[in-house]
């Protein structure tokens, strides 16, 4: 057995002194190689980058954000005088209550606002920053006076020093807010924010009993303890064994914005699921690109084999080729992605709700290093085994022969099917859900099986048509269905990126017709909270006094936090994604004796009217599912600091978009008999209110209600639909790479074959056809390419928009003309312009030197 070649050995440098000639001579056309990977890399580094510099300012930054070393939060009530103490005891605490409330201005103008009120020692960490009057100190402390975003003054047409009632109390303006600490932990705002002192809200009068408030205690740990996870985690353990039943929802430092985080994470494990397929996409540019190149080394590879070169020098010759080139595509799209993060903070500084850490993130470098490594091994390592096994005789023969039928070269088969394993596995191992992960991981492979099938039945179909059409038809469909046929390579390399633009933009606009048809037609027009419960009646008779027609719907309402399920907390609890929210914060819950509108018993029975036994809940069937909740488990749930277990009784099948009141969770009336509550109200106008009745009601309820919060169902609509456009245009936008790349493929494998055009145009011409007739038929094969890949597309984006929109947005699927129309022009736009460049280089060939050749 031969010893392995050292440094030393003459024959260990020999293949690296012939790659690096070759190269210097000139390595045409694997300009595409290096596109391909540096485009495929730059996705995934980008996008990981980015991802993981918004961790890393969440970890730098995440004091701030949190406003302390820990928070602990209750809904509806305060720490009461023990737990207060205690907190106290573990360092300095900063009190705050955040609630919804109505800004009433001169001339019957109000908005929704969104009130934080603090205590003096706020803020335990950061500063709040007053944009006007500069260096103005903190001008909240001052009991009535308030700062508030310039949004609201610009609803309002207020300015600093006017006044605005809020409640049953009359404050002033002092100065304009800006950044302020822990705004990302707050719940998500429906309206201008507003600053102001725990005094002040108290002149409000909207502190009342049930009242929907959140209270936070944020504690600063004595020196440097609260650097310590350890300590960290051994004070939230300490605060919940001492107060069990407190209901706290206890976040600390090391995970600031665990919703915004979570939503992060799903959102950028996604895209780079996208970006994934598209370096895929640009794998099959690069064997491509490969492939025509050892076409065109088929003459060096027999001269080298003739000369007594070995096929495993070969092989090491032009393996070392195409790690130089990966390397340097690898190298590009490292930079490219590296550089994404400091690119996004410099454009979109003042739109990203956290300053990004530009550093360079070396993991998701690496990953994307790594994916592109293997991505070269997967469609490089097949080609080249089979050129360098090629018989000399076979190397030296026409080169329009092909050599596939010599030699199968199945080990390098098993090499690039064990590179494209090691590929995925590493998709899914770095993945937060692998389950998911390796069903969209399976989904491209069919994706690509799909396609694959479309171009070999083009092939076909021309192949079948060419005896039956006219002449210039029929040299069309010959270049279609012969040798070196484009049609594989165009379902390829467009049908993907096609098919993910259009798929996105069906699921847009049906999200987006959702939202604006149906959802808007059905839904309430106004929410009303905080109602005090003995004035639902009056509530009901002001607003009919003012539109008799006007539909009013009304519900009791709290919010709880699960705390236990069958008797296993939620910390434990490994919940379905999708509904893992459920048990992660408070969720509003009601009482009742009667099934609420919108929703229906789909198992169990629903209690009888006048149940006064055991506790009981009725629980959201498809969250019950996500939670893994049966009929008869047990739900403990944490209300004003009361632990309540109930017996799941029924499942409902609960209809949301209506936006009809209805919960999570119902109880029977026994249950929560005797806890202070508020009401919930909907309100519906009749047909043909105009804008001028709709303000006057509200404002006669503003006046005879000041306490009472009105939420505008038409602006959550647009906020909603504000979000999805910007989630659809970055989906968009990665769909745009992969197309990109695809045109990049398509362009180089257009460019392959473009010596064999030539040749056979040579022939056409010597045989008598015109120009014209072979300008047509160019035309006519990539118009029919074209036009057949973009039906084809946009047939599996239906179906996949579809099954998307019915089974996991659960939203009716609208099929979109406009969108479809698009895409078909789009495809022949790509197509029809790399045609007419290869069809200007076909046309300016000369006949000479092929007919010389033969």
Not at 39 to 63: C, E, K, P
Not at 67 to 81: K, N, P, Y
Not at 200 to 220: C, F, K, N
Not at 524 to 542: M, N, V, W
Request: charged share 20%; glycine share 10%.
């Amino acid at each position: 057995m031969s010893e392995p070649a050292k440094a030393s050995d003459p024959s260990f440098w020999l293949p690296l002194k012939i790659a690096l000639r070759e190269l210097r001579s000139g390595a045409g056309g694997l300009s595409v190689f290096v596109i391909c990977i540096a485009l495929g890399v730059a996705s995934i580094a980008a996008i990981g980058s980015l991802a993981a510099a918004f961790d890393a300012a969440l970890v730098n930054s995440g004091r701030t954000l949190v406003g302390g070393d820990l928070s602990f939060e209750l809904v509806h009530r305060q720490a009461t005088d023990d737990e207060a103490k205690a907190l106290n005891e573990l360092g300095e605490i900063s009190e705050s209550a955040s609630l919804r409330a109505m800004a009433h201005a001169k001339k019957d103008k109000s908005a929704l606002v969104e009130i934080k009120a603090v205590d003096a020692a706020f803020p335990l960490f950061g500063n709040v920053e007053i944009l006007e009057p500069k260096d103005a100190g903190p001008l909240w402390r001052k009991p009535g006076n308030v700062i508030v975003e310039q949004s609201l003054l610009d609803r309002l047409n207020l300015k600093i020093g006017d006044k605005l009632t809020i409640g049953e109390g009359n404050v002033t303006i002092a100065g304009i807010l800006g950044d302020q600490p822990d705004r990302l932990a707050d719940r998500l705002a429906y309206g201008p924010r507003v600053l102001m002192s725990l005094d002040t809200l108290e002149q409000t009068a909207l502190i009342q009993p049930g009242s929907l408030i959140r209270w936070t205690y944020r504690l600063r740990l004595p020196g440097e303890l609260g650097t310590d996870r350890d300590v960290l985690a051994a004070t939230k353990a300490k605060v919940q064994e001492r107060f069990p039943e407190s209901g706290f929802a206890v976040n600390d430092w090391t995970d600031p914005a665990p919703r915004l985080r979570r939503n992060a994470d799903r959102f950028t494990q996604f895209i780079s699921l996208v970006g994934l397929t598209a370096l895929l996409l640009g794998g099959i540019g690069v064997g491509n690109a490969i492939h025509a190149y050892m076409n065109r080394k088929r003459e060096v590879i027999a001269i080298f084999k003739s000369l007594g070169a070995t096929s495993k020098l070969v092989l090491r010759v032009y393996l070392l080729q195409a790690l130089l080139l990966t390397a340097i595509g690898i190298l590009i799209g490292l930079i490219v992605g590296a550089a994404t993060p400091a690119i996004m903070s410099a454009l979109y500084a003042d739109r990203l709700p956290i300053a990004l850490v530009t550093s360079v993130h070396p993991v998701p470098l690496l990953m994307a290093a790594g994916a592109g490594l293997l991505t070269m091994a997967l469609f490089v390592l097949w080609p080249l085994g089979r050129a360098s096994a090629v018989p000399p005789a076979v190397l030296m023969r026409s080169h329009l022969a092909e050599e596939d039928r010599f030699t199968t070269a199945w080990p390098f088969a098993v090499g690039s099917g064990l590179s494209g394993f090691a590929l995925f596995a590493l998709a899914v191992a770095t993945s937060s859900e692998p389950l998911i992960t390796g069903l969209i991981c399976l989904g491209i492979v069919v994706a690509f099986g799909v396609l694959y099938v479309i171009g070999w039945g083009l092939q076909a179909l021309a192949a079948l048509l060419r005896p039956r059409v006219p002449p210039t038809l029929a040299l069309a469909f010959a270049s279609i269905g012969g040798p070196g046929s484009l049609a594989r390579n165009v379902a390829l390399s467009l049908g993907l990126g096609l098919g993910l633009l259009v798929a996105v933009a069906l699921i847009d606009r049906a999200l987006v017709a959702e939202l604006q048809g149906d959802l808007a037609a059905d839904a309430p027009s106004y929410y009303f909270l905080d109602i005090d419960a003995g004035d639902i009646g009056r509530f009901r008779e002001t607003a009919k006094s003012v539109l008799p027609d006007v539909e009013l719907n009304d519900a009791p309402m709290l919010r709880g936090r699960i705390v236990r399920l069958n008797g296993v907390s939620v910390d434990e609890i490994e919940a379905s994604p999708e509904y893992q929210w459920v048990i992660n914060g408070d969720r509003g819950l009601t009482y009742t004796a009667e099934v609420p509108d919108g929703s229906k018993v789909v198992a169990g029975e629903w209690w009888p009217k006048d149940y006064d036994g055991p506790p009981l809940v009725s629980f959201d069937d498809k969250a019950a599912e996500g939670l893994g909740l049966h009929l008869g488990d047990l739900v403990t749930v944490n209300i004003l600091g009361r632990n309540i277990e109930a017996s799941v009784s029924n499942l409902r099948e609960i209809d949301w978009e209506s936006l009809a009141i209805n919960f999570i969770m119902v109880f029977p009336p026994s249950t929560l008999k005797g806890v202070p509550h508020r009401a919930l109200a909907t309100l519906e106008f009749p047909e043909g209110t105009t804008p001028e009745q709709e303000g006057k009601l509200i404002q006669t309820l503003a006046e005879a209600f000041p306490l009472v919060t009105a939420i505008k169902v038409g602006d959550v609509v647009d906020a909603a639909q504000k979000l999805i456009g910007q989630v659809m245009t970055a989906i968009q936008v990665t769909a745009g790479i992969t197309l990109l790349i695809g045109a990049v493929v398509l362009a180089g494998a257009i460019a392959s074959g473009q010596q064999r055009r030539q040749y056979l145009a040579v022939l056409y011409k010597t045989l008598g056809a015109t120009r014209r007739r072979i300008v047509t038929a160019e035309l006519v094969e990539f118009a029919f390419l074209g036009l057949s890949v973009a039906v084809a597309a946009v047939a599996i984006a239906t179906l996949t928009a579809f099954v998307l929109c019915v089974f996991v947005f659960d939203i009716p699927f609208r099929f979109s003309a406009l969108a479809a129309g698009e895409t078909v022009l789009l495809a022949l736009g790509l197509v029809l312009g790399l045609g007419l460049v290869a069809i200007w280089r076909v046309l300016s060939a000369k006949a000479a030197p092929y007919l010389r050749a033969e």
